[in-house]
């Protein structure tokens, strides 16, 4: 089949590689020239409004999909009259909004810290009265890696936040003093039929995802089950073809979800060595009408990002066990430019490449 990706970063490269493999064409479809899939050569440059280069496009894909979550609804909505869409354009509009999420995802049953919404100053400072303080100021929309946020810890603060913020669509959410992050990935196909991931461990710095380990260590059964059933319910909930992700704060064995991602996620990136299955195998094979595989770990892995700046890897091909990823990004603060996943690694390997990916 032909498919679609709207989007050209890291993440679409690396589902048209699952795609490749399992015999598929891919093409994608971007505001901007991405560089992480320039070596597919096959990328259309329009914008996501123009509706003209949205249907030539559509008219040679045989499905689409995205990559990112920022898509508007109204570009899915025009691409879906010629070629079909997945996943859907519910969970989309859904993941785009921090409120409906959160809103949604407490109407099926799944935890979210606490949270009220304001549209000015002065519903703002209630707001974070009645959340208490600390809290977590966010923009509704458009906010990824910790951008569009700020933590308040007494109400003199508000106001500092609300000019930095500059948005009249805000959520405050309660401080959640968590004791992990924990992220779960699951798959559903056409069927309706869903395989779940195991839960992986993350570490943030500064908002940005800095580690990732899966299967995440010291998850009873009952933890495990209990997020499997979350992700679950999420899926069906949503009509949903393709992989998701739900990023979840352990308080001390007690499960909130934080944000759900309609995509593949960074944090499941070691998928790709450490399972039977990767989540963009799966989520080609969801798309596409395939089988699912099963997402069975053959080894415990690690992941640290490469953020900003390329450090000097060439020590690392001496290692079996350890796979470098290059996203072809011009450097950047900030910016995710490739990762390193580790399987079964020493705890000197870990260093090794924790002391490369320092920020
Ligand atoms: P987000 O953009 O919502 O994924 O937030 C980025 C990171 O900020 C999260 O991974 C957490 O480390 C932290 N964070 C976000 N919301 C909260 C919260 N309500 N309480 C504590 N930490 C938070």
Not at 195 to 219: F, K, M, Q
Not at 233 to 243: E, F, K, P, Q, R
Request: charged share 20%; with cysteine; hydrophobic share 35%.
């Amino acid at each position: 089949m032909k498919i679609g990706i709207l989007g050209s970063g890291q993440l679409g490269a690396m589902l048209a590689d699952a795609a490749v493999r399992l015999g598929h064409q891919v093409a994608f479809y971007d505001s901007a020239d991405g560089a992480p899939t320039k070596r597919f050569q096959a990328t259309t440059v329009a914008g996501f409004d123009d509706e003209t280069a949205l249907q030539k496009f559509a008219q040679t894909c045989d499905v689409v999909t995205y990559e990112f979550e920022n898509i508007p609804v109204e570009t899915v909505q025009i691409i879906e009259q010629y070629t079909p869409v997945h996943p859907a354009k519910k969970a989309l509009a859904i993941s785009q909004d921090r409120l409906l999420e959160k809103e949604f995802l407490q109407s099926i049953g799944i935890g979210t810290p606490r949270f009220q919404c304001a549209s000015s100053l002065d519903e703002l400072q209630s707001a974070c009265q009645a959340v208490g303080f600390p809290c977590v100021i966010k923009t509704r929309r458009f906010g990824y890696d910790g951008k569009g946020q700020a933590r308040v810890s007494e109400v003199s603060e508000v106001a500092k936040a609300w000019h930095s913020l500059q948005s009249t669509g805000l959520i405050v959410e309660g401080y959640v003093p968590f004791s992990r992050e924990l992220s779960i990935i699951g798959t559903r196909d056409i069927h309706g039929n869903v395989v779940t991931y195991p839960l992986i461990e993350n570490t943030h710095i500064d908002g940005i995802l800095h580690r990732s380990e899966i299967p995440a260590p010291a998850i009873s059964r009952e933890l495990q089950s209990q997020t499997q059933t979350m992700i679950e319910s999420l899926l069906h909930a949503l009509d949903y073809v393709g992989t998701i992700t739900m990023e979840l704060f352990d308080v001390r064995g007690e499960i909130l979800a934080n944000e759900i991602a309609p995509r593949v996620h960074n944090s499941g990136h070691a998928t790709i060595e450490s399972l039977e299955t990767s989540q963009f195998e799966n989520h080609i094979r969801a798309i596409t009408g395939m089988e699912l595989g099963t997402p069975d770990p053959h080894a415990r892995a690690v992941m640290y990002n490469i953020i900003g700046s390329i450090p000097e890897m060439e020590k690392l091909s001496e290692y079996t066990s350890i796979f470098p990823h290059l996203y072809d990004k011009e450097p950047r603060p900030g910016r995710k430019l490739g990762h390193i996943t580790l399987l079964n690694p020493a705890e000197s390997e870990e260093q090794l490449v924790k002391g490369l990916c320092r920020r």
